[in-house]
């Protein structure tokens, strides 16, 4: 954002035909939008880093390697492009006698392209099965399919996956045995639509007995079971009609 003030202010002095007298306010304002820059991404840093150490003292688990490295990537590779297009705008500068003024427009897009891929880097766009009057065929919503439980753990129905690497996308960042994977009959009644209260405690439909046994049995939760087999009806269960606003630590 600092950059782009810096690039409209530079180019309404410049290309005004600023006097001779004047050029220290350009400086100033150069000067003022780079610390403004540097102020802004300390700022964004430091809010970043205070969601996710309250996000972690709230699990009261620390981060896993996997966890850390899928965090620092973008970073990574936001900071290595910079310099990389910084290289090269220091080469195009040399070789064609154009200073960054003539240059801005295709530099920022160059950097807006580079920092747009590294944030898409880290996601994990899943495709569902879709049909319009067979819902045993198609999925309805994401948490119809994939449903996040406890910590490190999922329930999943690989079949509502349009492309199945999406299933072994999940299998491999879960991690096979941490997976309880259902049937067709049991996602039509919408086993995976439950809902994490706590990572040791998930509310869950009574009548879903092998899943909440599972979980009970297996992955040591405490399930919270509830009559809710109505709500099904409408496409959605427990995640699909809960919204947690506040979630406050013991």
């Known amino acids: 954002m600092a950059g782009r003030l810096d690039d409209l202010v530079t180019k309404a002095l410049v290309f005004r035909n600023m006097s001779a007298e004047k050029v220290w306010l350009q400086y100033g304002l150069y000067v003022g939008t780079r610390v403004l820059d540097i102020v802004l991404c300390i700022a964004f840093i430091a809010v970043a880093i205070g969601l996710i150490n309250k996000a972690y003292i709230y699990k009261k688990d620390e981060m896993s390697v996997k966890e850390m490295v899928m965090l620092i990537i973008p970073s990574l590779v936001g900071v290595t492009g910079y310099g990389i297009l910084q290289y090269y705008l220091m080469i195009y500068e040399r070789d064609t006698g154009k200073n960054l003024i003539d240059t801005y427009g295709f530099y920022g897009a160059l ?27 198609g999925i309805l919503h994401l948490d119809c399919t994939f449903m996040p439980v406890g910590k490190g753990h999922a329930i999943i129905y690989k079949d509502g996956f349009m492309y199945p690497q999406d299933y072994h996308t999940l299998l491999d960042l879960f991690g096979r045995e ?22 040791e405690v998930v509310v869950s439909e009574k009548n879903f007995i092998r899943l909440n046994t599972f979980m009970e049995e297996v992955w040591g939760m405490t399930v919270e079971r509830v009559p809710y087999y109505e709500i099904s009806k409408m496409g959605g269960l427990l995640r699909c009609s809960t919204l947690p606003l506040i979630r406050e630590n013991d």
């Open 178 to 199: 941490n997976v309880f994977e259902i049937t067709r009959e049991e996602m039509y009644y919408m086993n995976t639509n439950v809902f994490s209260i706590s990572p």
């Open 111 to 137: 950097s807006f392209l580079h920092y747009l891929i590294s944030i898409v880097a880290i996601l994990i766009p899943l495709e569902l099965k879709k049909h319009n009057t067979d819902p045993r065929a």
